[in-house]
């Protein structure tokens, strides 16, 4: 895939050589004309590298090196100065530029200095991956993303990992819920004690309690000996409750009391054991439905949810998929495989509705099925192949959007649109949130964020 560099320079002449020395080597240009010109593109096109004159009328270089690094702090910016005013080039660099060139300068130069701070990007991706990995387990180191709602994610792991407070973990399936549980482990003061998992939606009902705490012998039919459950085999280390909101109503007064005096009582038995177990808890479901209906205690999940992390589904963070296709090509032993430009824009255009899990299953076949080392577009399955047929822009005009010629504020728009979601949907938070395609905590904030309110507040 080709780097993004953008151009920023008044100087249409230098523009244009640049323009073109940078192309021939390889790279997609954006050009730009003026600091004002290049922050909106900027903003628009996230590019990999800036290159910006730095005296420049109106917003001049060192305002839009300030505005990148504020805006995107990883992007790296290279300033072209005069020569003799190397002086103002160490004071970029001091800001946060990564290099810097004067003119005159040959082409050799410029081609070196932008290879160069590329590499280093590359090597700075990496290094972060590895640091928001730091796990032996093979399967914690799956959680990719450089997304800023990954990025969110990790900052939370971080910060509650070594604690002892419960967690609790929403997400569509395929997000890699049970990953972030072992991140958690992985990082506490618990990673030499036991990981035990349990999907509680995969065990029958009337199992399900004796697995969770055990029981002793002659508890029930076919108890021939006494059995530790998973709250045992977990002590001094995490038990993962998978798939917690299809937890019987039933045994679910059982659970809280667990998490609550640190003690559970095996089936059959009339002495409580106290525990060691921290207890790290996901589930699917859309948990303020499940609340409404009564299918799940409230105060079990206040109990659970006293550190929330939502993990968004993998078409609200579509700029994770080229890191995550490249991972998923080393890991499986194919690391010299890419992708062209039009097969990850149509990857990305498709919806995943088996998230990450579903992604990793289409790269395991393409390596399998592929002819060379560059996977194209006749190569994807016809539904992801046809999702990147109709372009978005056809597809906004069809649907919504009829802007006035005069111009029209983004902030009025996106408060009209979210208003008239809730107004479709009764005002029930949760459906609006669905039929928007975002968390509900999303459009709790977006309504607070414009002051809209139920009709009878």
């Known amino acids: 895939m080709k780097k993004k560099i953008l151009i920023i320079d008044d100087d249409t002449s230098l523009r244009r050589v640049l323009e073109y020395n940078l192309q021939e080597t390889g790279y997609h240009v954006i050009p730009a004309a003026s600091g004002e010109e290049g922050l909106l593109l900027f903003a628009e096109e996230s590019p990999d590298l800036v290159i910006t004159d730095m005296k420049m009328p109106g917003i001049d270089g060192m305002q839009v090196l300030k505005a990148v690094k504020e805006s995107s702090p ?49 090597l700075a991706v990496e290094n972060r991956l590895l640091k928001d990995q730091i796990s032996s387990n093979a399967d914690y180191r799956t959680i990719v993303g450089s997304s800023r709602s990954m990025q969110r994610v990790f900052e939370i792991v971080r910060k509650v990992a070594d604690t002892e407070v419960s967690v609790l973990i929403t997400g569509e399936s395929g997000t890699g819920k049970e990953l972030v549980a072992r991140s958690i482990h992985q990082q506490s003061g618990r990673r030499n004690g036991p990981f035990i998992t349990i999907n509680c939606a995969a065990i029958p009902r009337d199992l399900l309690e004796s697995e969770l705490f055990g029981h002793i012998k002659g508890a029930f039919t076919g108890a021939v000996k006494d059995k530790a459950g998973k709250f045992q085999s977990a002590v001094g280390g995490t038990l993962f409750l998978d798939e917690v909101g299809e937890l019987p109503l039933e045994l679910q007064p059982k659970l809280l009391r667990a998490l609550q005096e640190k003690e559970i009582e095996p089936v059959g038995g009339l002495k409580p054991q106290k525990i060691d177990v921290r207890v790290v808890a996901a589930t699917n479901l859309e948990v303020d439905k499940a609340l409404a209906d009564a299918t799940f205690r409230e105060d079990l999940y206040y109990r659970l949810a006293v550190i929330p992390i939502h993990l968004p589904a993998l078409r609200e963070r579509p700029e994770d998929i080229p890191l995550l296709l490249r991972y998923f090509c080393k890991k499986h032993g194919a690391d010299k495989v890419s992708f062209d430009t039009e097969t990850i824009t149509a990857i990305s255009s498709y919806k995943w509705p088996g998230n ?92 607070e964020k414009y002051g809209i309110l139920p009709p009878e507040k």
């Open 74 to 122: 990883e992007t790296l910016v290279i300033i072209i100065t005069a020569f003799g005013t190397v002086d103002i080039a160490v004071e970029a660099m001091k800001a946060g530029a990564y290099d810097y060139i004067t003119k005159p300068f040959n082409r050799d130069e410029l081609l070196l200095t932008v290879a160069k701070a590329l590499q280093f990007l590359e």
């Open 356 to 447: 990450v899990r579903e992604l990793e299953n289409l790269v395991v076949r393409l390596l399998i099925m592929r002819n060379q080392d560059e996977i194209t577009l006749n190569e994807l399955p016809d539904k992801i192949r046809s999702g990147s047929a109709l372009p978005i822009k056809a597809s906004i005009q069809e649907n919504i959007i009829n802007l006035p010629h005069e111009g029209y504020s983004l902030e009025q728009l996106e408060r009209e649109v979210v208003v008239e979601s809730l107004e479709r949907n009764l005002w029930n938070q949760t459906a609006a949130a669905k039929f928007l395609r975002i968390p509900r905590h999303t459009l709790i904030y977006r309504m």
